[in-house]
């Protein structure tokens, strides 16, 4: 079956601007989970969401932002882009509890550069 | 304090050598899990293996297998045979109370680079 997809694969924005990315679970994953991962800060954990409610929040500032829709698709937003969020965005589905709970895959990740 | 210790920054390996990747973990909850992943240059995060704290055999996936010594807050991941194409990072993670969180915490990584 299709793994985890995000788009777009790369993003380049100018300071002040904001952005929307988009992730796609794994059929049959219910919750959707958000990561920047920058070489100084490594891999941070943004959000989660499931069933369309944010369940998890990350230490971030409220320009990052995120929903989820009832098919579990993801979108996150960061509004008025600063130079410091150039980082991979990386997504991550996984199933209700319960049978196969190990899972947890991972999309390609969107870099976003921010000039 | 920090949940996730992952003290090789980078190791370099002859290819077919087995290798243990080290990985140290702090937590107070009894229900947790740990797992293992790589990413290639790329940056895709590839899932390798999964090891749950209740379980009580190590975890195994072909070539990777879990060492997961408990009371040291211990899960070292071993590849045994390394091929060339196991050059990449490889990170520990953690997850707390395995239901109803789905946060994971990483460890910062090692680099590892199979040579010929």
């Known amino acids: 079956k299709a793994g985890v997809t995000q788009t777009p694969r790369y993003l380049i924005k100018t300071r002040g601007q904001q952005v929307t990315l988009s992730c796609s679970p794994i059929?049959?994953?219910?919750?959707v989970s958000w990561y920047q991962q920058t070489p100084g800060q490594g891999l941070q954990f943004l959000f989660e969401?499931?069933?369309?409610?944010?369940?998890n929040k990350g230490n971030f500032p409220g320009r990052f932002s995120g929903r989820q829709f009832s098919n579990s698709r993801s979108e996150m937003n960061v509004s008025t882009l600063e130079l410091g969020d150039s980082a991979l965005y990386l997504c991550?589905?996984?199933?209700?509890?319960?049978?196969?709970?190990?899972?947890?895959?991972f999309g390609p990740g969107t870099r976003l550069t921010v000039l | 304090a920090q949940k996730i210790t992952q003290t090789q920054p980078g190791m370099f390996v002859q290819e077919k050598e087995a290798v243990t990747l080290d990985c140290t973990y702090d937590t107070s909850d009894p229900s947790y899990g740990l797992f293992w992943y790589k990413q290639p240059s790329s940056g895709e995060m590839i899932f390798l293996i999964y090891q749950g704290s209740y379980d009580q055999q190590n975890a195994t996936e072909g070539r990777y297998s879990l060492n997961f010594q408990k009371a040291r807050k211990s899960a070292n991941l071993v590849i045994s045979a390394s091929q060339l194409g196991d050059s990449a990072m490889y990170f520990c993670a953690m997850r707390e109370a395995n239901f109803g969180n789905e946060k994971l915490t990483f460890g910062t990584g090692t680099r590892l680079t199979i040579i010929p």
């Open positions: 969401y499931f069933s369309e409610t944010q369940r």
């Open positions: 991550a589905s996984s199933r209700l509890p319960g049978q196969n709970y190990n899972e947890q895959f």
């Open positions: 059929s049959g994953h219910r919750s």
